[in-house]
């Protein structure tokens, strides 16, 4: 066993490493692979921030998945390639269309294959958690902050992406293990400050009725989606919405303000048979950016992430890339609208599939909401997150979602942690099922999905049910 703060010690040093390598090549042209989420998005900020000041010339491009036909284009450009948050579970693939020693993978995911030639950094191989201890942006900040004089900014995206990734699962919502230590980098130097608050979205910038409504990490039945009753809710409080003629945001509430709201929380989620407890999810760790203005987006580090997860999840991860690197004005614009498109077109697939007779279909060992025509395939995911997030704490069912795009079926599977703790893999149930039905899937033993064509869905359901059956039986007792 190594213990946590040398391997923390050792790939710090690993990085710094790596970093003197990367300008020993001396590479002019490169071009930054990145995964096309919120994480990816600010591992490429990084990269490009270092990039852009050492006078490298780079290019940069966004991908969902490693795939033959991705990494044909990426060959293409015969350039050297770093990818971020992204290539290490696929070396051997990288390593059959691309020169190893060209390549560069700095990433948290588990590598699979063998490395050869590539330069790669991982923290699964270096005695830390790639799922708690620091995300992929965190991995690209410890190398290339080493190339340049002021990393304030990449400091900030570090936190960004490992809030993305939701790493945040230390006491009180908190970021941990290596993350940490980034944190208090930030804090020693003055531009990140730690405070404790409700974590709801928009604490910053919207009106509070609109945050609550809009809280995406959980949701509070009959709250989340409907403006007008969250009014109302805060009001029955005897909770001030404006002051003078201003929407009061999080930010504006006396401590006496938010002890009578979260109160009135727990109240509201007793009377519905719901746990009280389901409120401390709602309160939390809060990362603040001091350099950035009082009142926008990039001054909340969940915020700033939610802004590059919506551009990249609505197909615009070039436009996160320029926000996340600084770029301001028109582009900074178009982010947030895009940031606002991607919520209505949350919410609105949320409550259609929420709301609409039928769409619902619960079994012995399954619940199926199927969103076919009702889900906007872009958000199946977040939906299918939102959704078992809600569910009680006791629910020991499969959840699975669906959403379509044309003749394809896209489907999104949860498994609840008593379960995974028990020995089921979400992952295994998706990709046996979808291969079952001419499809394909896979995933984490907790979430996991497949992709199928639509007019076999009856077919893949009842392999999901069978499966699904023959996991259970095999469960471990605790
Ligand atoms: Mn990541």
């Known amino acids: 066993m190594i213990n946590q703060s040398d391997a923390q010690r050792g790939f710090i040093s690993k990085a710094r490493e790596l970093a003197g390598r990367l300008s020993s090549l001396d590479w002019d042209d490169v071009l930054i692979v990145f995964h096309a989420d919120a994480d990816g998005t600010a591992a490429a900020a990084i990269a490009c921030i270092a990039l852009r000041d050492t006078g490298s010339s780079f290019c940069a491009m966004s991908i969902k998945q490693i795939d033959k036909e991705t990494l044909e284009k990426i060959a293409s450009f015969s350039k050297p390639v770093i990818f971020l948050d992204i290539g290490s579970g696929y070396l051997d693939e990288i390593k059959s269309v691309l020169d190893p020693s060209r390549v560069v993978i700095l ?4 590598p699979e294959g063998d490395r050869g030639g590539i330069l790669m950094l991982n923290p699964n191989e270096h005695g830390l958690n790639g799922g708690s201890d620091i995300s992929g942006s965190g991995v690209s900040y410890l190398v290339f902050k080493n190339l340049v004089e002021d990393f304030s900014r990449m400091n900030e995206l570090a936190i960004v992406g490992a809030l993305a990734d939701m790493q945040d699962v230390g ?28 974590v709801f979205f928009g604490r910053e910038t919207l009106p509070l009725h609109v945050s609550i409504a809009s809280s995406s990490n959980f949701i509070i039945p009959g709250l989340t989606g409907d403006e007008n009753v969250a009014l109302n809710f805060l009001k029955s409080l005897g909770i001030e919405v404006r002051e003078d003629d201003t929407w009061r945001t999080f930010n504006d509430l006396s401590e006496v303000e938010k002890s009578k709201l979260l109160t009135g929380l727990m109240q509201y989620m007793a009377d519905l048979g719901l746990s009280p407890e389901s409120v401390q999810n709602m309160f939390g760790t809060i990362y603040v950016f001091t350099p950035e203005p009082k009142g926008t987006v990039l001054r909340d580090g969940r915020e700033f992430s939610a802004l590059l997860n919506s551009c990249a999840r609505m197909g615009f991860s070039n436009i996160g890339l320029a926000v996340a690197m600084g770029e301001r004005g028109r ?6 609208q895009i940031s606002k498109e991607y919520r209505t077109v949350v919410s609105k697939s949320l409550s259609n599939i929420l709301s609409i007779p039928g769409a619902r279909v619960e079994s012995k060992r399954v619940l199926l909401y199927n ?5 906007d395939p872009r958000v199946l995911s977040p939906v299918a997150s939102i959704i078992s997030a809600s569910l009680p704490k006791d629910f020991e069912k499969i959840l699975v979602v669906t959403a379509s795009e044309n003749d394809v079926l896209k489907v999104s599977i949860r498994v609840p942690k008593s379960l995974v703790q028990r020995g089921f893999d979400g992952g295994l149930l998706a990709s046996s099922a979808a291969r079952r039905v001419g499809g394909m899937g896979g995933g984490h033993d907790v979430a996991s999905g497949a992709v199928i064509p639509k007019r076999r869905f009856q077919s893949f359901m009842e392999a999901v049910e069978k499966i699904a059956e023959e996991q259970f039986s095999r469960l471990r007792n605790t």
Not at 107 to 110: I, K, L, N, S, V
Not at 185 to 198: A, K, M, P
Not at 371 to 375: A, F, L, N, R, Y
Request: aromatic content about 6%; proline content about 2%.
């Open 107 to 110: 990433d948290h995911h588990e």
């Open 171 to 198: 006491p009180n919502r908190s970021l941990s293990g290596l993350n940490s230590t980034i944190v208090l980098e930030g804090e020693e130097n003055g531009y990140v400050s730690v405070e404790e608050d409700f």
């Open 371 to 375: 969103g076919d025509g009702i889900v």
């Open 331 to 336: 582009l900074f614009e178009e982010a947030q």
